[in-house]
């Protein structure tokens, strides 16, 4: 564990994209307690004003409050990325590692899923699923998790394939333990590193994938504070209110920037066949 | 009765294609039939599996009994009689008219096969523009920066690649839009008619991220290939360094990026979505924006796939042509 500790702290990218997520974090968790939700409706008054001269970050169309929209949406992103990460893993996992261990009809019926919902390239399934069903945080998690799991249970198949061959799996079996607890205690910890570095990029997909449905007016109702729902403001509005676009635009570039970077850190510190160790 | 027979037999080539060899041209394409069945049985099951009524989502749930009526009529969910459809009919329905070619647009009660086909060519163009321009950068890119490993053009070609991948398509595309055509006012704004001076934008918004995908991978495949022990013997029996280069390192990396920039097209295709929004370009991705828009679903199943099946063809291209320049691999019984 030290020497995983140090490896992290060695390695500099990494360090970045940790710095930028808890940052990201922190402002995501304690930001709107100091913004105060005041700003997030609309204010007619202040349709429109530019930054500067005391008006914080300005305002969007009917006087939101770029600023209060910013740190809610940044809660809004992580949140959202969290829940979806977290129950794709769950469903990949799960139906990732039953395929690998056991095979047989049920891996070949799941393979074939996988394959239809490969099918659909990029966000063209998500969009699809979050156009037949009304716009609410509930649906964007659905559309997304319906689609999330496939990378997940691949690679875990993969990974549970290749190891149940393995010397200490056969001993296991051979001192009598049930096929549940070989899977659970003695294959899935060596899924856990290739599953956390795919989270940490799978995070930055989420994200940006959150922010194209909003952008496109499918992902979270109109009026919820969000990045894409600002950046659609300012595209809407570029001639006017440039700034409308540029703010929510770098905060998404940053965090899934942070994201990749966390992942390729991540990625050379957990994978043994990397260089560094 | 029909109708279960079609859905049975539509279930069973999806699963039964998981037994064909996709080593052959043969069994690619079944494979490729059969993952496209599914993709029908996915786009016109939504319909009923998502939690929610569609209905509701489409009229609002203060609409009239008689237009809640007609618009399940017009998804297929139930019948003149005003009876509910079993799911098979459903299917039926919607893989006959598919078929025929006769799904009509809820809004302009045009057959959605002719929109598509006319609004397909410029998406085309654009994402063939994108791919261009991934191409002629990325793999330049990649080799470069392999090239001069752990130096200063390494880490700045690496660093376009991590930003290229980070900035998003709807992030750059209104940046362009900002210092292009409202302050510089070089570049038409929106739209499709300056021809080509419309196209250099969207397109750089497009290709900008895959170029960065590609310098990624281009330069992690050359740092790998450099390594192995074939450029080491070639190096060691004197051959001319631009040999080994050119002949041994660069044909064998360029391997995997071929891979990726079919499986990207696809990806281009879909992402086309946004592009357009943001430029007003008006391909396919537009046309799907506007029908989701107006819950035109007829017209957002066509386009959903269409999009799918030109992926599926793509791939089916990338694997010969990955056959054709890999001799490790064959695809379609060629034997060397």
Not at chain 2, 88 to 101: A, C, G, R, V
Request: aromatic fraction near 8%; glycine fraction near 10%.
């Amino acid at each position: 564990m030290m020497r995983l500790k140090s490896r992290i702290l060695k390695h500099s990218l990494l360090k970045v994209g940790l710095v930028i997520f808890i940052t990201i974090a922190l402002v995501g968790i304690f930001g709107p307690l100091l913004v105060g939700s005041g700003g997030i409706g609309p204010n007619l008054s202040h349709h429109l004003l530019p930054p500067g001269n005391g008006n914080s970050l300005g305002f969007g169309v009917n006087g939101i409050d770029v600023l209060t929209w910013l740190v809610y949406g940044a809660r809004m992103s992580l949140m959202i990325s969290l829940l979806v990460t977290l129950s794709s893993i769950v469903i990949g996992t799960t139906v990732g590692a039953i395929c690998g261990f056991y095979g047989g009809v049920t891996d070949a019926i799941a393979m074939r899923i996988i394959d239809i919902v490969l099918a659909f390239p990029g966000l063209l399934l998500v969009l699809y699923l979050a156009a037949v069903m009304p716009p609410s945080m509930f649906t964007l998690i659905f559309a997304m998790s319906a689609t999330g799991w496939v990378a997940y249970a691949r690679l875990v198949r993969a990974r549970v394939y290749e190891i149940k061959n393995r010397e200490f799996v056969v001993a296991a079996m051979a001192l009598g333990a049930s096929s549940f607890r070989i899977l659970v205690r003695h294959i899935l910890p060596h899924v856990v590193g290739p599953v956390i570095v795919q989270a940490s990029y799978g995070l930055s997909v989420i994200i940006l994938a959150e922010a194209s449905l909003t952008f496109l007016g499918l992902g979270l109702p109109i009026g919820t504070p969000s990045w894409g729902g600002l950046l659609d403001q300012g595209v809407a509005n570029l001639f006017t209110a440039p700034y409308l676009a540029v703010f929510p635009g770098l905060f998404i570039a940053i965090t899934v920037l942070g994201f990749n970077f966390l992942g390729d850190g991540l990625r050379d510190v957990l994978d043994p066949r990397s260089p560094i160790n | 009765m029909i109708a279960w027979v079609i859905l049975f037999v539509s279930l069973a080539l999806v699963l039964l294609s998981a037994k064909v060899a996709t080593n052959t041209l043969a069994g690619r394409v079944i494979s490729l039939g059969a993952v496209l069945v599914g993709a029908t049985l996915v786009v016109s099951g939504s319909l009923r599996l998502v939690p929610g009524d569609p209905i509701d989502h489409i009229l609002g749930d203060q609409a009239q009994s008689s237009s809640r009526e007609l618009l399940a009529k017009d998804l297929g969910l139930i019948d003149d009689n005003g009876k509910r459809v079993s799911f098979p009919e459903q299917y039926k329905n919607f893989i006959t008219s598919l078929f025929s070619l006769d799904i009509k647009s809820f809004v302009t009660r045009r057959s959605t096969i002719d929109m598509v086909a006319e609004r397909l060519p410029y998406t085309m163009v654009l994402a063939l523009c994108a791919m261009i321009i991934a191409v002629m950068l990325g793999p330049l890119f990649g080799v470069l920066a392999s090239l001069s490993y752990r130096r200063l053009p390494d880490h700045l070609f690496s660093l376009f690649a991590l930003v290229g991948i980070s900035v998003p398509s709807f992030f750059l595309g209104p940046l362009l839009l900002l210092v292009f055509a409202i302050r510089l006012k070089l570049l038409p704004i929106s739209g499709a008619d300056d021809g080509f001076f419309s196209l250099v934008l969207p397109s750089i918004a497009m290709g900008t991220a895959l170029a960065a995908m590609l310098t990624r991978m281009s330069r992690a495949s050359m740092l790998e290939v450099l390594s192995e022990d074939f450029i080491r013997t070639a190096k060691a029996k004197g051959l001319a360094p631009h040999t080994v280069f050119f002949k041994h390192a660069l044909r064998n990396a360029l391997i995997p990026v071929v891979t990726l920039v079919g499986l990207q097209f696809g990806v281009v295709l879909a992402g086309a979505v946004v592009t357009e929004k943001i430029f007003n370009w008006p391909g396919l991705g537009l046309l799907l924006y506007e029908s989701i828009q107006k819950l035109d679903m007829p017209l957002v199943q066509t386009c959903v796939l269409v999009i799918a099946f030109i992926y599926g063809l793509i791939n089916l291209i990338t694997d010969i042509v990955y056959g054709l320049i890999d001799p490790r691999i064959s695809i379609g019984g060629a034997k060397k």
